[in-house]
């Protein structure tokens, strides 16, 4: 390889960094990091994906599409609530952007 290889350094948002408007890029990203929480607090309890729907209130095909990461499928409001169904504590800091 000859030649120098750019390296662009990205934010702390990866949606922002892929061209979404900021405020889209940040709901994205709240609505990614729940989205990762509650899937990773299922896998670790050892519930079947039909046993953590029935937890949270909701149908096995819509656990599903948590899993599957259909971020589209899934409002910030939504998230919130199927967290604290799984026993999971929400909480949001805000400042001023950089």
Known sequence: MSG???MIV???????????AGDEAQN???RTDLMIAIERY?????????????K???TQPRLSDLFRHRIE?????A???LAA??????????????
């Open 28 to 30: 994205l990203l709240l």
């Open 42 to 54: 299922i896998r670790k309890s050892g519930l079947s994906q039909t046993e953590a729907a029935k």
């Open 4 to 6: 120098k290889v750019k």
């Open 56 to 58: 949270l209130g909701i």
């Open 10 to 20: 990205g934010s702390d948002n990866v949606f922002r960094d892929i061209g979404f």
């Open 73 to 77: 499928r899934f409002s910030l409001d």
């Open 79 to 81: 998230l919130v609530i």
């Open 85 to 98: 169904k799984a026993g999971l504590s929400v909480r949001m800091s805000v400042r001023k952007a950089a």
